[in-house]
Each structure stands twice: as structure tokens, then as C-alpha cells.
């Protein structure tokens, strides 16, 4: 018997270019809430944001600012956005830039469930770091923690994040 499963990718411009980084972090959240919520009315099921959705794509540059929108995984974005996924039952797949200790840094993709409960991450594996405006090694350590795969209410999921598509590998991993 089949099933329909409602998925939608919600990608959008800067809110901000000016003011901290704590103020552009906050601006593109606030940005987007209006948009979850109206995927939530819409009855999405499974909801992607971009890729480190919460800022501009930083790696174009390389400077130490930007280390400061990095956060824990479970962590404060992870929870607010839980909320989210719990008054929509709709799982949300939300890509921030991680912190595990000082220094140490990745590009990861939290998974909530449509319960809200988070269920576990990706860390994106390929790190491109080339000219011109791809320094991602300059910020972010290769993934760690292979390519799990999540058991949400709608689906079985995996991720890849930006860069990892191209490797033929990562999809049969999977």
C-alpha cells in the first residue's frame, strides 16, 4: 500500500548583512519561523532548511567571526525548532554549524521528529576547500560519524550535506 508523504526545502536570502553575527543568527531564525509555521499549516510532513540555514555562507571569507554563531547539537536552535516539529507533527531537518569543544568544529544537520524529540545528527563528511569561496576547511573538521540513518514517523532518512552528493560513495553507504 502506498503512502503519501508531504516533503518541503525551505532555502531563502539573508536577512541581514550588517550587525554582529549574534544579530544575522537571530534575524535569519526569526526570518524563517514564518515559514515553518506555514509549512506546519500546509500538513509538511518532513521539512529541510538550508545548509547552515541560520547565517550567509560564511565560507566564501575566512575570518574568526563567524565561529561565534556555532552552538551544541542538541542545542539551543535544535530545542526551539523542536517546538516546532512538536505543534506541527512534522519532522525537521535542521542544519547548523556545530561546536563540540573549542576549535573544533563541523557542519551538521540535527534530525527532530515530529514528536519534537531529536533524534540524533549528520556531520557533513567533504570538505572542499578551494578557491574560489570554498575555505570550508578553515571552519569545519571532516564528519565523524558516518552516515546514520534516522527512523522518523514518516520515513527512514538519511543526509547528505552540500558537498557529499558528489561522492558516489555516500549514497551507497546509505
Sequence with gaps: MSRIVKCAHIQMSNARSDGTVAQIKEAMIEKHIPMVKEAGEKGVNILCLQEIFYGPYFCCEQDIKWYESAEK??????????????????????????????????????????????????????????????????????????????????????LFICYDRHFPECARIL
Design 73 to 158: 547539537v542538541p542545542g539551543p536552535t535544535t530545542k526551539r525548532f523542536s517546538e516546532y516539529a512538536k505543534k506541527y507533527n512534522m519532522v525537521i531537518i535542521l542544519p547548523v554549524y556545530e561546536v563540540t569543544i573549542a576549535g573544533v568544529y563541523y557542519n551538521t544537520a540535527a534530525v527532530i521528529d515530529a514528536n519534537g524529540e531529536y533524534l540524533g545528527k549528520f556531520r557533513k563528511i567533504q570538505i572542499p576547500h578551494t578557491w574560489p569561496g570554498f575555505w570550508e576547511k578553515f571552519y569545519f573538521k571532516p564528519g565523524n560519524l558516518g552516515f546514520p540513518v534516522f527512523e522518523t514517523q514518516y520515513a527512514k532518512i538519511g
